[in-house]
């Protein structure tokens, strides 16, 4: 099946996102579609910034929320709803209950952001009850669907399903409006289960074949990436939470087929660049954006010679960050950079041996940012774990070298992934 013929096909049309346009003309925000300078100049290119962490919920998925829960039969919403996040959804959800006056249980990981929870409270009041189970998605999307069908509720699943494809294919429509008086030429898109993806990509392969849709995904939760690579669904074994919005251990059924047809790249984005991003864009856009919503501005980077004179739309799809989160963010950013080192370090057990090692080993601008006997296993030496900041990346060398000139006994915990999540993670 061609890209082209996707767009007309029975797993996904133009007619149901239009549709669900109309049914969410009155309920979601049209999110703005607004130039960065600073990205623009940063990558000698037109770089374009779909809004979608000003929605009211603070991210996307109100759209698909909706547009699923108003398709069903009121009968069949007597029972209430149910459903699985990993908060945004969730947020959607609980708005739409409120809307539309339906009772919601919602299940979300215990490792969900408390900012994203209390958000999940005051968008469902009454209306929503929630559990805290597991530590995936994937967790809480079991238990979620033995709920529904033990007591007969309607399940609304936050991706795969054609209602909630066709109401994220809204975002397609909006940026296409938007853009009327120039040519897309790369579409950035974060992906997790894949409903943003095949909804927008589904629009963007009807109306605007020519642009190139580049699929998003966290290095630690490629399950869609994959899936491609496989040609077939993949369930992973373990994933790395951290990009909590896109953090899945297996797409959808039906939103992988649809991506097959219509994104043209995958990549894997790192989580330690995503933190990166995230304070880029406060620092210099004074822009929010949760780590599933950094992705498509992450991927600038990888793409920056390819993207170089072209017109580029990335899409912002949250903004839901806690700022309880903000120094695992720093550490991150900073690992990811080069900027800072752990070290298990054998110092001498004699006087004075810590004192050197600030004199001749640390450089002028590198900061010891934690220090931490580990054992005195003898009376030669003294392990620690020492963090060490950088200025720059290039001091890194430097330290290195006067630590061998110096005979100092030393272990690169940042080389060492288990010894690393062991005594640092």
Known sequence: MSKAILADSSLLNMEMIEQAAENLSAVVQYTPLVRSEVLSERYECNVWLKREDMQKVRSYKIRGAYNKMASVDPDALQNGIVCASAGNHAQGVALSCRMLNVPGTIYMPNTTPNQKVKKVEFFGRSLVTIHLVGDTFDDSYRLAMEDAKTNHKVFIHPFDDPHIIAGQGTVGLEILEKSQSFDIDYLFLPIGGGGLASGVG????????????????????????????????????????????????????????????????????????????????????????????????????????????????????????????????????????????????????????????????????????????????????????????????????????????????????????????????
């Open 202 to 425: 589904t629009v963007f392969k009807k109306h605007s074949p020519s642009t190139r849709i580049i699929g998003l995904e966290p290095e630690g939760a490629p399950a869609m990436y994959e899936s491609l690579r496989q040609n077939h669904l993949v369930t992973l074994e373990n994933i790395d939470p951290f990009i909590d919005g896109a953090a899945v251990r297996r797409a959808g059924e039906r939103t992988f087929e649809i991506c097959k047809e219509v994104i043209d790249d995958i990549t894997l984005i790192p989580e330690g660049k995503v933190c990166t991003t995230i304070l880029q864009m406060y620092n210099e856009e004074a822009i929010v954006v949760e780590p599933a919503g950094a992705m498509s501005i992450s991927a600038l980077d990888f793409y920056k010679y390819q993207i170089k004179g072209k017109n580029v739309v990335c899409v912002i799809s949250g903004g839901n960050n806690d700022i309880t989160r903000t120094e695992e963010i720093k550490e991150k950013s900073l690992i990811y950079e080069g900027l800072k080192h752990y070290f298990i370090i054998n110092f001498p057990q004699r006087a004075g041996a810590l004192r050197d090692f600030l004199n001749n080993v640390l450089g002028p601008r590198d900061d010891i940012a934690f220090f931490e006997y580990v054992k005195k296993t003898s009376r030669e030496s003294g392990p620690a774990i020492v963090g060490i900041e950088l200025n720059e990346v290039n001091d890194y060398q430097g330290l290195i070298d006067r630590m061998k000139k110096y005979d100092i006994s030393f272990h690169n915990l940042n080389d060492d992934s288990t010894l690393f999540e062991l005594l640092i993670g």
